[in-house]
């Protein structure tokens, strides 16, 4: 698992089985770097060995477990938003579909003579009456009043 680990010691053995071989004394010439000589532990039992791997692995779980509560709870606060987002657009569009037809349909009563519509369901024209008072909700002098009405008839 951590390969870096051998690599010290195992670069140390050969270094002591090189100067072995050639008989040279173990003190440093220029040419070569110096000699790391590192104390061995004694070698750890098969338990030893197996309580520091658990204690490892409890370590990185608990990392781990610390980063999927994050997690979670990032996902949880963004399933809430857009759950949100949701609800911000389909309830405006329920509450017109229910209170806007009335409406519509309450200025199209109003303004159907302005628009050449029907006013009855007889298929009367605008009468007389209607213009009239169509002509003072206006805010023109009398005068110009009058002159609408005879264009109108």
Known sequence: ??????????KV??????VDEKNLPLENTKDEAPLVVEKKSPPKT??????ELLEKN????????????????KLMW???????????????LILAILFL?????NLFNTY?????????????APSINSIDQLLKTLPIDPAKQEQLKALLK
Not at 1 to 10: A, G, P, S
Not at 13 to 18: D, V
């Open 78 to 92: 963004s399933s809430i938003a857009n759950w949100f987002r949701i609800f911000l657009i389909v309830i405006p």
């Open 13 to 18: 053995t050969e270094n002591k089985k090189m």
């Open 112 to 124: 159907s003579g302005l628009l050449g519509g029907k006013i009855n369901s007889n298929n009367v």
């Open 1 to 10: 698992m951590f390969r870096h680990k051998n690599t010290v010691e195992q």
């Open 101 to 105: 037809p009335p409406i519509v349909q």
């Open 46 to 51: 098969d338990t030893e060995v197996l309580k």
């Open 58 to 73: 409890l370590k990185w779980s608990q990392i781990i477990y610390e980063q999927n509560r994050k997690i979670n709870n």
